[in-house]
């Protein structure tokens, strides 16, 4: 089993930072890329970033594109026990609560689409006032 635990969340003002931490443990050798999406109350979840297992490969929402910054741990035993989101010039539209996923197979490609993932966290709730 893989387990995914998201913290760093919180309540901060607009044009704040946070930086989001999701750790993985269990059978971390299955766990290849990964990826943050957010839900906001009344919508649906949304795609925030991926990143690939070696950490080369990244993609981003339109939506976050230039202020959120997806990176996983460098060193080498634990490349695929932690995942970061790197979260500055929050707005009051970013407030959601943030889930961290992964997938247990390796892909060329970075997945949006939430049912490409197979392992979720709970969620950490971000709050932007503005």
């Known amino acids: 089993q893989v387990q995914l635990l998201e913290t760093g969340g919180g309540l901060v003002q607009a044009g704040d930072s946070l930086r989001l931490s999701c750790v993985v443990s269990?059978?971390?050798?299955?766990?290849?890329?990964m990826g943050w999406f957010r839900q906001a109350p009344g919508k649906e979840r949304e795609f925030i970033a991926a990143?690939?297992?070696?950490?080369?490969?990244?993609?981003?929402?339109?939506s976050v594109k230039g202020r959120f910054t997806i990176s996983r741990d460098s060193a080498r035993e634990n490349a695929k026990n932690m995942v970061y989101l790197q979260m500055n010039s929050l707005k009051p539209e970013d407030t959601a609560v943030y889930s961290c996923a992964a997938r247990k197979s390796p892909s060329s490609i970075l997945y949006t689409l939430e049912m490409a993932y197979d392992y979720w966290g709970q969620g950490t709730q971000v709050t932007v006032s503005s």
């Open positions: 269990g059978r971390t050798f299955s766990v290849y890329d």
């Open positions: 990143i690939s297992w070696s950490g080369g490969r990244t993609d981003y929402a339109d």
